[in-house]
């Protein structure tokens, strides 16, 4: 089993900066890829950025050019740089952990950090 424990989440004003941080716990030796979705009120959950083993990175289009993914390997910590930040960038932000579970694909999810962003 794999833990996730994020945090760094808040209210910022538009155009200002935040960083979230995903620490991951357990069984970490299952995972690929780490990395962050969100979801805003009434909206299904988007991707927002991930990085995998190998540093392979993949980005939300709303979110590329803005938010940077990067990981401390030795921390087990994978983090969400966001900067120029938008109201539109206000939603619960959820960590993942993509990896293997009994031989089969498994994705771990933390609780969600809020992100508010006032315009």
């Known amino acids: 089993q794999v833990q996730l424990e994020e945090s760094g989440g808040g209210l910022v004003q538009a155009g200002g900066s935040l960083r979230l941080s995903c620490t991951a716990s357990g069984s970490i030796f299952s995972i690929n890829a780490m990395g962050w979705y969100r979801q805003a009120p009434g909206e299904q959950r988007e991707l927002v950025a991930t990085?995998?083993?190998?540093?392979?990175?993949n980005y939300g289009d709303s979110v590329k050019g803005r938010f940077t993914i990067s990981r401390d390997n030795a921390k087990n910590t994978v983090y969400l740089q966001m900067n120029s930040l938008k109201p539109e960038d206000t939603a619960v932000y959820y960590c993942i952990a993509e990896g293997l579970k009994a031989g089969a694909e498994y994705n771990w999810w933390g609780q969600g950090t809020q992100v508010t962003v006032s315009s």
């Open positions: 990085l995998n083993s190998v540093g392979v990175t």
